[in-house]
């Protein structure tokens, strides 16, 4: 008989591997509806309170074709992947889609999705670029409050404050169980592998928010339970910066390499668990709050230094000895990131590498070497 952690894990594990799957039964099951989005700057609290069921989209990985007709061929794998299977009815079991504006890939495509994916619900949320200045958290508040209206208004209901409360305490407790897995992770990385994590923060993104809350709680739960010592990894720790990661092998093979991921500053991860946001009376402030101070990505701007600095802390704090920049091809807000962050690192003798993935990674053998250079080295 399997313990309880593995059970959840392995859960989380076929959701993460089958989210389209799960996406349809849970809607044959419960009769919620399901709305798609692609980036972390998505305000999924409102969709939660307007009682759907968030999915975030991560692309099909083949057979590119029908979306070549509509996207320029230097698009990242993530926007055409995603189109692709919007075309192809492969997201069929959705209601629509939120687009917040964020990098000019996603713009675009929400556009060209608005023609052509046939959604009865698509919504743009149209965020302050600059973050920090007393204006755009005015301007943030406003653009909340407007995606509130288009919710109550393509799916004719109403979203009382309540319920954005109610979602606000929901995301606060999945936030804080899933940072709780990220701390056990890097202070004792036997506990859990990291591609565990992985399936685990995919799951978060695509399961039924309440479904997996309790699921997670019990998951860290049982973890901390475990009998694994606070023990020093003998092999090299090491933190993964970029956006999105849909590859669950890049952490199996970097252990091979003799490697261990314990942290990162990933949109499909770190960046997507961080920012509690305060219970308040005033749930759209407090929205607000949150998507105008999280750690920023390279499309949204904080302070020239704000992305080095944060990524710096948290090498320090987590004692990482090694970072790779793991980046889609043709992804430009990152590719235009790197040359800064890279030098931020290397000022204080973080050595790093970067990896360029298609939607495909590279065979096995190929990355291996590439990752065991790197790691011996540090
Ligand atoms: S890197 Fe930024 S724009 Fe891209 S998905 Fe992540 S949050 Fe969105
Ligand atoms: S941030 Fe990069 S990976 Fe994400 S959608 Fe934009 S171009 Fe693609």
């Given at each position: 008989m399997m313990n309880p952690q593995d059970e959840i894990l392995k859960k989380f594990q076929t959701v993460s591997e089958n989210p389209h799957e799960y996406a349809r039964s849970i809607k044959e099951q419960t009769g919620k509806k399901i709305i798609g989005f692609f980036c972390s700057y998505t305000p999924e609290e409102l969709l939660q309170a307007a009682g759907v069921v968030p999915f975030?989209?991560?692309?099909?990985?083949?057979?590119?074709?029908?979306?070549?007709?509509?996207?320029q061929s230097y698009c990242c794998s993530l926007v055409r992947g995603g189109l692709e299977d919007a075309l192809r009815g492969r997201l069929d079991f959705m209601e629509g889609t939120v687009f917040p504006h964020t990098c000019d890939s996603?713009?675009?495509?929400?556009?060209?999705?608005?023609?052509?994916?046939?959604?009865?619900?698509?919504?743009?949320?149209?965020?302050?670029?600059?973050?920090?200045?007393?204006?755009?958290?005015?301007?943030?508040?406003?653009?909340?409050a407007g995606v509130r209206k288009d919710l109550e208004k393509s799916l004719n209901i109403t979203i009382t404050d309540h319920a954005i409360s109610e979602s606000i305490e929901l995301y606060n407790r999945i936030r804080s169980s899933l940072l709780s897995l990220y701390r056990m992770r890097s202070r004792k990385p036997a506990v859990i592998p990291q591609s565990a994590v992985y399936h685990t923060m995919k799951a978060a993104m695509v399961m039924d928010r309440a479904e997996f809350a309790k699921d997670l709680e019990a998951l860290v739960a049982s973890l901390e339970k475990l009998p694994v010592k606070d023990v020093e990894?003998?092999?090299?720790?090491?933190?993964?910066?970029?956006?999105i990661c849909n590859q669950p092998d890049i952490y199996k093979i970097i252990d091979k390499a003799g490697g261990e991921v314990v942290w990162d500053d990933l949109c499909t991860g770190l960046r997507y668990a961080a920012g509690f946001i305060e219970e308040s009376n005033q749930p759209i402030e407090a929205l607000a709050n949150r998507y105008?101070?999280?750690?920023?990505?390279?499309?949204?701007?904080?302070?020239?230094t704000a992305r080095g600095e944060?990524?710096?802390a948290e090498v320090h704090k987590q004692k990482i000895d090694g970072v790779v920049f793991l980046h889609l091809k043709f992804c430009?807000?990152?590719?235009?990131?790197?040359?800064?962050?890279?030098?931020?690192?290397?000022?204080?003798?973080?050595?790093?590498?970067l990896l360029e993935i298609e939607e495909q990674a590279p065979p096995e053998g190929q990355l291996r070497t590439r990752f065991e250079t790197f790691i011996d080295m540090l």
């Open positions: 975030r989209l991560f692309g099909t990985a083949r057979d590119i074709e029908l979306a070549e007709s509509h996207l996603i713009q675009r495509l929400s556009d060209i999705w608005r023609l052509n994916a046939g959604f009865d619900v698509h919504i743009d949320a149209v965020m302050p670029v600059k973050l920090n200045t007393p204006s755009a958290r005015k301007y943030m508040v406003d653009v909340l990894t003998v092999r090299k720790r090491i933190m993964l910066s970029g956006g105008t101070r999280r750690i920023v990505c390279p499309a949204k701007h904080a302070s020239i944060s990524l710096l430009d807000p990152h590719a235009f990131d790197y040359p800064y962050l890279k030098d931020f690192l290397g000022r204080e003798n973080v050595p790093s590498m």
